[in-house]
C-alpha cells in the first residue's frame, strides 16, 4: 500500500508538471508570469555559477541562527515548565519576539550590525517561539501516570524532566525544529532583502527584481525553497527514525495545569510585570547595541513622537488609517489559514495518501521566500485583496498543519478502541476522541497563527498592494522617518498580543473543564 500510495504522488506529480509545461510554454497566465519548469531550470543552468557564494551565505546565516535560536528555545520552554511562574512574567516577551515584523528590523539590525549579525539575528528570532510553543506544550502533555511511576521511585523533578517529559515531548519538539527550519531560512533572506552584505539569496533577488525575468525569480525561489526543504526532511527523517514507531500508550490524564499565584494583588502584579518587562527588555537591548539616538526610539521617545511632538496628529492618523486596512485582512487571513490547516490535518488522518501528495506543494508555499513570490503573485492575481489572501494563508496554514497533524497523530490506539467497538466510524471516532485529544495542540496552532498572519499581511502591503501598515513600513523606511517604523513595530506587537491573549482566555476555558493543561 505504501508502495502504491508513492506511485500515485509521483504520477500525480507528473501529471503536475506536465500541465505546468504546457501552461508555462503558452505563457496562458498574466503573460508569462508563470514560467515554465523547463525555463527556469535553463535560467538556473545558465545562471548557476552565480549561486554558489550567494546560496553559502545564506545557509550560514539560518544555520548558526536556527541553532542559537532553537537552543534558546528549548531552553527556555523547559525552564517555563518547571516554573511556571517565568513563564508568566516572559510571556510578553515571548510574543512580542515573534511578534515583531523582520521587516520591521531588518533596517534597524543592519545599521547597527556588520557582516551575518542581522541574518542570523532574524533566523533565530524566526524559530524561537515556534519551538519554544512546541516544548512547553509537548512537556505539559506528559502522561500524568509516567511522572507518579518516576517519583514513586523517588525520582526528583529533574528525574521527571529526564526520564519522563522530555522523552514524551520529542515528538513535539521535532514537529517545532521541522516548521523552525524553513523559517531561519526565510529570517536570513529577510535581512539579506533588507540590505547589507555582498552575498546571499536576498542579495541576489534585489538585483534581478528589476530585470524582468520571472524564469530568474522563480529560480532563486526555488533555490531557497531547496534549502529549507532539505532542513524540513532532515528534521522528519530524525523524527521518524526516533519517534516513527512510538505513540502514547494512553490518554494523557489531567496535564500539569499552569500554577496561578494566589491573592488578587500578588496576581496583578505578575501581569503588569509580563507587561512591562517587554519595555524594560526593549530599552535595555537599545542601550546595549549602542544604536545610534536618531535610529533608536525609546518607549519615551516613541511616546513623545506620537503623542507631544507637533506632528502627532498626522503620525497618528497614519497609523490610524493604516491599521484600519490591515486590521480586517489579518482576521480573514487568519481564519481562512486554520480552516484550511485544519481540514488539512483532519485530510492526513482520513486520507493520508491525498495529503503526501499535496505536502510537497504545501512545502513549496511556506519556503519559497515571499519576496520572491509576491512580484510573481502580483502579476497572475493583481494588486487587490486576493494577492493579500493568497500570501496570509500560505505562510499561516504550514506551521498551524504541522502542529494539527502532530496532535491528532499523538492521540492513542487504546483510546480508540472504545469507539471502534461500539461500531463507530472513522468520523465518529474523530468526532469523539481524536479532536477533543488534540486540541492542547489545536489551541497551540492558532497561537502561531496569529502572528504569522499580520507579518503576511504587512509582507504583502509592503511589497504589492500600497496599503496598510506594511506600506506605510515601507514609505517610512524611504523617508528614514525611524519613529514610524518603530510606532509601526510596536502597533503589531500589541496588535498580535491581543489577539493571542484572547486566544489563551478561550483556551483555558475550554481546557480546563475538560481537565486538560492551558496553555502555558
Not at 389 to 418: E, H, K, N
Request: proline residues 6%; positive net charge.
Amino acid at each position: 500500500m505504501a508502495g502504491q500510495g508513492r506511485l500515485g504522488t509521483l504520477r500525480n506529480w507528473g501529471i503536475l508538471l506536465v500541465l505546468w509545461e504546457i501552461v508555462g510554454r503558452l505563457r496562458l497566465v498574466a503573460d508569462g508570469a508563470l514560467p515554465a519548469p523547463s525555463a527556469i531550470l535553463q535560467r538556473l543552468w545558465i545562471d548557476w555559477s552565480d549561486y554558489p557564494p550567494h546560496i553559502w551565505a545564506t545557509i550560514e546565516g539560518a544555520s548558526i541562527g536556527f541553532l542559537i535560536g532553537n537552543a534558546l528555545a528549548i531552553a527556555a520552554g523547559i525552564l517555563f515548565v518547571l516554573f511556571p511562574l517565568t513563564g508568566r512574567l516572559a510571556r510578553g516577551i515571548n510574543i512580542a519576539l515573534f511578534a515583531l515584523p523582520p521587516i520591521a528590523l531588518s533596517p534597524i539590525l543592519v545599521i547597527t550590525f556588520s557582516g551575518m549579525t542581522p541574518r542570523i539575528i532574524l533566523a533565530a528570532i524566526g524559530c524561537y517561539f515556534i519551538t519554544m510553543s512546541a516544548t512547553v506544550t509537548g512537556l505539559s502533555q506528559t502522561d500524568r501516570r509516567a511522572i507518579d511511576i518516576v517519583r514513586a521511585y523517588g525520582g526528583n523533578r529533574w528525574k521527571v524532566l529526564r526520564l519522563a517529559q522530555l522523552r514524551s515531548a520529542l515528538p513535539s519538539i521535532l514537529s517545532g525544529l521541522r516548521i523552525a527550519a524553513p523559517n531561519a531560512v526565510l529570517g536570513a533572506i529577510l535581512a539579506e532583502f533588507g540590505g547589507g552584505g555582498r552575498f546571499g539569496l536576498g542579495v541576489y533577488l534585489i538585483g534581478s527584481l528589476g530585470r524582468g525575468e520571472p524564469d530568474r525569480l522563480w529560480g532563486i525561489g526555488l533555490a531557497a525553497t531547496l534549502i529549507a526543504g532539505l532542513a524540513y526532511g532532515l528534521f522528519s527523517l530524525i523524527a521518524a527514525r526516533l519517534t516513527g514507531a512510538s505513540r502514547a500508550v494512553t490518554m494523557p490524564a489531567a496535564a500539569p495545569s499552569e500554577a496561578r499565584a494566589k491573592g488578587f494583588l500578588r496576581e496583578t502584579m505578575i501581569v503588569l510585570a509580563s507587561i512591562a518587562l517587554p519595555f524594560l527588555f526593549w530599552w535595555v537591548l537599545l542601550y546595549a547595541m549602542g544604536t545610534p539616538a536618531m535610529i533608536a526610539k525609546t518607549p519615551p521617545a516613541l511616546f513623545e513622537y506620537l503623542f507631544l511632538s507637533p506632528q502627532s496628529a498626522t503620525n497618528l492618523g497614519k497609523l490610524a488609517a493604516a491599521l484600519a486596512q490591515t486590521l480586517p485582512m489579518t482576521i480573514i487571513g487568519m481564519a481562512v489559514g486554520l480552516a484550511f490547516a485544519f481540514a488539512l490535518a483532519i485530510g492526513s488522518v482520513l486520507y493520508p495518501v491525498i495529503v503526501r501528495a499535496f505536502m510537497p506543494v504545501a512545502l513549496v508555499t511556506q519556503t519559497m521566500p515571499l519576496v520572491a513570490l509576491t512580484p510573481l503573485l502580483v502579476l497572475m492575481l493583481g494588486r487587490g485583496h486576493s494577492v493579500i489572501l493568497w500570501i496570509t494563508v500560505s505562510v499561516t496554514f504550514f506551521p498551524a498543519f504541522v502542529t494539527m497533524a502532530q496532535g491528532l497523530s499523538l492521540v492513542s490506539r487504546a483510546a480508540l478502541d472504545v469507539p471502534r467497538a461500539y461500531g463507530a466510524g472513522p468520523l465518529k471516532q474523530l468526532r469523539l476522541v481524536t479532536i477533543p485529544a488534540s486540541l492542547p495542540y489545536v489551541f497551540a496552532s492558532t497561537r502561531l497563527a496569529v502572528p504569522r498572519a499580520l507579518l503576511g499581511v504587512m509582507i504583502a502591503e509592503w511589497l504589492a498592494t500600497g496599503k496598510g501598515l506594511g506600506n506605510l513600513l515601507n514609505q517610512s523606511r524611504g523617508y528614514l522617518d525611524y519613529g514610524m517604523i518603530w510606532a509601526v513595530a510596536v502597533v503589531s506587537v500589541l496588535l498580535s498580543v491581543v489577539f493571542y491573549q484572547l486566544v489563551v482566555l478561550i483556551e483555558n476555558r475550554v481546557l480546563s473543564k475538560r481537565g486538560m493543561s492551558p496553555a502555558q
